[in-house]
């Protein structure tokens, strides 16, 4: 559905640009099925950092920093300290002192409270202990509508979704008077009617009523805006998928006309002195001209002087450990690995079981701009980052049409039954009738279903190449005869993984993804790079092409020349339980059974060792020395229902390590660190580099900010307490309880495990060995990695030989040497 695009005639410029700057505000958030990590802050980037806080702080109330007593707690226990507040108040060029920044810690400071609207100023008068507030009522019954709305799968009842969203809320809201009863307000449904049909006219004429001044109109429709901005990030996710595909959408419009008319709706046009209507514009007013808090820049330099405390322990680390020499001999396994942090640990953990095991990090799609549709289905997924649009749709095959026309048949038959199941149970009463409908025998069903046990990673049939092992996704089918585009795709990829020479025997493919249960936010901890969902589809797919005669005969002509006993294995990583499983094996050349063997004994000490070292942080430390215990006890967990933090995921991100592998290997970065394998000096154009900064490193930079704004504001930009969550429209998202608006970014158990966060919002600091030439041109060239930079979205360092320096942007000799001097931290 689309709304009207914006060319009404009528409309004033002035309204025109107030929409858009509202409307532009706002950072889409993906649906369930493919969650991905999203900077919510993405559509501000062009401004600074602090100008954004400022700005969210008066329109919204949200904080972009934790509160003082969280930095009261990192000053006394070491962890900042008076060095690195010296260093944040020089950079910043603040007059502040060391010990006024102290004093500070001791003062509570004020909570940042959002703009008021009409809403606000009619609920003070109100007794809220009895009756419900207007600003909660209209929230809800937005979020119910747009629920029903949106829903194609779990609603019994929808608005007509065949007109637009403002217009079917326009003609509900004339229908209905559950609002109009339990507020009384009886005018609330004949008032809706005069609403004008247009969305921009309505805005327009909203803002005619309300009568701010024209210049406050863009502060005043984000503000409005903000009151919803949960289902606004949905919104705006179609707009996004609609220009990625070279359309628009203008379904924001709408939400913004909805939730401005309720502000019209509830005015009683009053305007005399004392007036609801004249109390608010003077709070309006009060609001906007009182003086910038000062509690708000100073929480912002501690915040940085956190983050100097984290750069020196990384830089010390960094500079301090030695370039192992590149091996003479050939490795007897190469195994490429997701760039996400809990790779860090398993590489790190699987090269210690040899030397002639090399591992390097890759952006988790390996590049492959697909998406997949299961055999038997017309659903379609997407396989790569959320900033891309894929070009290229492949499905599984066996190989064999006939088979193929079976399995489509079973699986057909299988979500027929599924769906069949699901209408059933979604009739109402049926959780107290289902199991007196089925008889008791599925009562053991259901105990046994809920009872954790240590299963592996579940398969949904029909939707996963690995649920039928004899087919498996397949780039060759997709590309058909055209070898030469299979051939482009094969060495965009090797050289993207810097995998052009001296090929192993064994070459794993290892995508990653996590085992939850009962869990619908459990897309956010498979692989951002694939959309949410696990690296198996592009592995498999990936491992096919390279190992495909035609294939390698054609690569010699590009230079790139694999071995004949070379093979490529696909893999998955399960980051639940650090175990590993490899798919295909049974093509695996014989001459490479005896190397298979040991490879998936070395795999399995892997995870050994790292399920070990993460046993301290899922609660489980009492079994470091017991394996098969610790094992067992992490596969519960995985498997248990009622199990809200089954794993850490990306919580305590903080870096971007753009490197060779020999720079890292050996080194503990505790799981905090990207890792993208780079090596300027088979990059001389610097292409390569541009890929990185532009992508992964975006990619990255997403992860961390939606790490980091649910931790400073879990109430806007988190979602709450997983346990209140339900699933809104069968996919689309999740309420906090039955209402209010729609949730987005990460639950509250994902960043705090009951008693403190286990995520220290830091801004991410990404280390990159090249030249500096070489990344001030990509810099020069893309003007969104001038805005991450310059408006201090992440920072930028640079590793040459025993040197890390930073980039300090406004300044005039901007690289600056990095003070390895400084105390480091215990631990990074």
Not at 327 to 341: K, L, Y
Not at 570 to 584: I, M, Q, S, W
Request: aromatic fraction near 8%; charged fraction near 20%.
């Amino acid at each position: 559905m689309t709304a009207t695009a914006m060319g009404n005639p009528s409309i004033q410029p002035e309204v025109r640009e107030a929409i858009q700057h509202a409307c532009d505000s706002i950072a889409p958030t993906w649906p369930l099925d493919r969650m991905i990590a999203v900077n919510p802050y993405w559509q501000q980037v062009h401004q600074p950092f602090s100008e954004v806080a400022a700005t969210l702080d008066r329109l919204a109330g949200s904080p972009m920093a934790m509160p003082m007593r969280y930095y009261r707690n990192l000053w006394q226990a070491g962890v900042i300290q008076r060095d690195h507040l010296n260093q944040c108040l020089a950079e910043q060029s603040s007059a502040l002192s060391v010990e006024a920044m102290i004093e500070a810690l001791e003062e509570p400071g004020a909570e940042p409270t959002p703009a008021p609207l009409l809403c606000d100023a009619l609920d003070q008068q109100r007794d809220l202990l009895h009756e419900p507030a207007w600003c909660d009522t209209i929230t809800h019954q937005i979020a119910q509508f747009c629920a029903a709305y949106f829903d194609r799968e779990q609603a019994d009842w929808h608005p007509n979704q065949s007109a637009e969203l403002y217009s079917a809320w326009r003609h509900t809201l004339s229908q209905d008077h559950s609002v109009a009863l339990l507020m009384k307000a009886p005018d609330i449904p004949r008032r809706a009617r005069a609403l004008a049909e247009d969305p921009e006219t309505r805005i327009q004429q909203a803002l005619e009523q309300l009568a701010p001044e024209p210049e406050q109109w863009p502060a005043y429709l984000q503000a409005v805006l903000l009151r919803i901005s949960g289902w606004a990030s949905g919104c705006a996710y179609r707009r996004w998928q609609a220009r990625l595909e070279g359309g628009d959408d203008h379904t924001l419009i709408d939400l913004l006309a909805i939730r401005l008319s309720w502000e019209s709706l509830i005015d009683d046009g009053k305007r005399h002195p004392g007036s609801v209507f004249n109390r608010w514009h003077s709070a309006w007013l009060e609001h906007f001209q009182a003086e910038d808090r000062a509690d708000r820049v100073i929480r912002q330099l501690w915040q940085r002087a956190h983050e100097i405390s984290y750069q020196q322990t990384l830089f010390q680390a960094l500079a301090a450990h030695p370039s192992e020499p590149v091996s003479q001999t050939s490795p007897d396994v190469q195994a490429v690995f997701c760039i996400d942090v809990r790779s860090e640990v398993f590489r790190r953990h699987l090269e210690g079981q040899s030397k002639h095991i090399q591992t390097s990090g890759f952006a988790g799609f390996f590049g492959l701009p697909i998406s997949y549709r299961p055999l038997g289905t017309e659903a379609r997924r997407p396989q790569l980052p959320g900033l891309l649009a894929p070009a290229l749709d492949i499905t599984d095959t066996t190989g064999d049409p006939a088979a193929d026309d079976q399995l489509v048949q079973q699986r057909q038959q299988s979500l027929k039954n599924r769906l069949n199941w699901r209408a059933f149970t979604s009739v109402p009463a049926s959780a107290f009738t289902l199991v007196e409908t089925l008889g008791l025998g599925y009562v053991s069903k259901l105990i046994k279903r809920s009872a954790p046990g240590a299963g592996g990673m579940k398969k949904e049939h029909g939707w996963s190449s690995g649920s039928d092992h004899t087919a498996r996704p397949s780039l060759i089918t997709a590309l058909g005869n055209d070898l030469e585009a299979k051939t482009d795709l094969a060495t965009r990829v090797l050289k993207g993984m810097n995998l052009t020479r001296d090929f192993a025997p064994l070459v794993l493919l290892v995508g990653h993804g996590s085992q939850t249960e009962n869990n619908p936010q459990r897309a956010g901890l498979d692989c951002g790079a694939c959309c949410g969902q696990t690296g198996e589809v592009n592995a498999r797919a990936l491992a096919a092409l390279l190992n495909d005669t035609e294939v390698r005969l054609a690569l010699r002509h590009n230079g790139i020349n694999v071995p004949g006993d070379t093979w490529f294995i696909a893999g998955l990583h399960n980051t639940t339980t650090d175990e590993v499983t490899l798919f295909d094996t049974g093509e695996t050349p014989a001459a490479l059974t005896a190397k298979l063997g040991t490879l998936t004994d070395q795999l399995a000490a892997a995870g050994q060792a790292a399920r070990r070292e993460r046993a301290s942080a899922l609660g489980l430390k009492h079994l470091e020395d017991s394996p098969e215990k610790l094992h067992k006890a992490v596969k519960r967990r995985a498997n248990d229902w009622a199990q809200t933090r089954p794993e850490w995921g990306l919580a305590n991100n903080a870096a971007f390590v753009v490197a060779p592998r020999a720079r890292t290997r050996g080194l503990p970065l505790y799981g905090r660190s990207f890792l993208h394998d780079y090596d300027h000096h088979t990059d001389p154009g610097g292409e390569l580099l541009e890929q990185i900064m532009t992508a992964p490193m975006v990619v990255t930079h997403w992860i961390n900010m939606q790490y980091y704004a649910s931790t400073v504001d879990n109430q806007r930009y988190g979602s709450g307490n997983k346990t209140l969550h339900n699933v809104v429209g069968g996919r689309l998202g999740v309420f906090e309880g039955n209402g209010g608006d729609l949730r987005i970014g990460l639950a509250w158990q994902s960043i705090h495990d009951g008693e403190e966060f286990r995520h220290e919002p830091l801004r991410l600091t990404v280390v990159i060995n090249a030249p500096r030439a070489s990344i001030e041109r990509v810099m020069a060239k893309h003007e969104v990695v001038r805005q991450l930079v310059n408006n201090r979205w992440l920072y930028l360092a640079r590793m040459e030989g025993d040197d890390v320096e930073i980039y300090q942007p406004g300044t005039a000799q901007p690289w600056c040497l990095s003070a390895t001097g400084l105390p480091a931290r215990n631990q990074m």
